[in-house]
C-alpha cells in the first residue's frame, strides 16, 4: 500500500494496519538488549520474535 488515492478518505494508522495484516504481513522484530521488540504501531498488536508474531 504505497499511495493514499486507494482510499476515498485518510485512512487512520489502525485501518493501515488492518489491510497489511489482511496481505500476510507480519513484522519484523528489532533485537533490543531486552530481547527482540515489534516497534512502531505494530506493536499495539504483536508482540514475540520473528519466527513466531503472536497477535495481541
Known amino acids: 500500500m504505497t499511495a493514499i488515492s486507494v482510499w476515498d478518505h485518510q ?7 488492518d ?3 489482511a496481505r500476510g504481513w507480519n513484522p519484523t ?8 521488540v515489534v516497534l512502531g504501531h505494530a506493536a499495539c498488536r504483536f508482540k514475540g ?3 513466531e508474531p503472536t497477535p495481541r
Do not use: H, I, K, N
Open 11 to 17: 485512512p487512520t494508522a489502525d485501518e493501515l494496519l
Open 19 to 21: 489491510d497489511r495484516v
Open 29 to 36: 522484530p528489532t533485537g533490543t538488549v531486552d530481547g527482540p
Open 49 to 51: 520474535t520473528q519466527d
